[in-house]
């Protein structure tokens, strides 16, 4: 059964805290996705990996940063939380070079910044 | 980059009905798929539909496309009080990236 896990599915931080936010994925997926969600404005894309180490910014990067250093892992970082960055975080998987893929998501995260 | 547009927003419906929902998009697509998410959970795909496809069924789900409306539907059938989630639509755009509408919420009474 394929798999995407995420660290934690509840988080509650304070503003300033450096936040780590991780995803693995057991499908030998060469892309990995993170997503925030809310209410009201959907699944926005926040970081893009296709590879290890390769990285590509999403609709809405500012205040976030990732890291991929192996093909399994995908870490989302929240360099200074802030309470504009609670929400549900998502990550998700696929295979490369096709968009019939479809992507596998994890339980999501629900961060609380306070 | 485009986004799909689900409507209705939210639907509430008993056990046994049909649900019906529908998806716009405004430039060409090559597929477009569904997706269900549960409260407070992850996405799950649902089912995939090609440009040169113009209807596909799994199991209870029927999901049409018609590409000169540039709009598709989901429906439903027999519906249980476990359909009860948000159903999003997405696009692709970018080789290896989805786009998702805002969903649309389905509750099912039992």
């Known amino acids: 059964d394929v798999k995407v896990t995420q660290s934690s599915r509840y988080l509650v931080k304070r503003t300033g805290e450096k936040v780590f936010l991780e995803c693995v994925q057991d499908?030998?997926?060469?892309?990995m996705f993170w997503y925030r969600q809310d209410p009201g404005l959907g699944l926005r894309l926040i970081y893009f990996?296709?590879?290890?180490?390769?990285?590509e910014k999403g609709d809405i990067p500012e205040g976030y940063s990732v890291s991929r250093e192996k093909k399994e892992r995908f870490s989302l970082i929240l360099e200074s939380a802030s309470t504009n960055q609670t929400s549900m975080y998502l990550c998700?998987?696929?295979?490369?070079?096709?968009?019939?893929?479809?992507?596998?998501f994890g339980p999501g995260t629900r961060l609380t910044v306070l | 980059s485009q986004q799909g547009e689900e409507d209705p927003q939210a639907l509430s419906i008993q056990e046994g009905e049909n649900a019906t929902m529908n998806c716009s998009y405004k430039t060409s697509i090559n597929n477009l798929q569904w997706y269900r998410q549960n409260s407070g959970r992850g996405l799950v795909h649902l089912i995939l539909?090609?440009?040169?496809?113009r209807e596909k069924h799994s199991g209870r789900l029927r999901v049409t496309l018609d590409t000169s409306k540039k709009s598709s539907s989901l429906l439903i059938t027999a519906s249980r009080a476990a359909d009860t989630a948000s159903y999003f639509c997405?696009?692709?755009?970018?080789?290896?990236?989805?786009?998702f509408g805002t969903g649309t919420r389905l509750q099912v009474f039992p």
């Open positions: 990996s296709y590879d290890v180490k390769m990285k």
């Open positions: 997405a696009l692709p755009y970018n080789t290896d990236k989805l786009i």
């Open positions: 998700a998987s696929s295979l490369v070079e096709s968009s019939y893929n479809e992507q596998f």
């Open positions: 499908m030998d997926h060469e892309n």
């Open positions: 539909i090609r440009s040169n496809e």
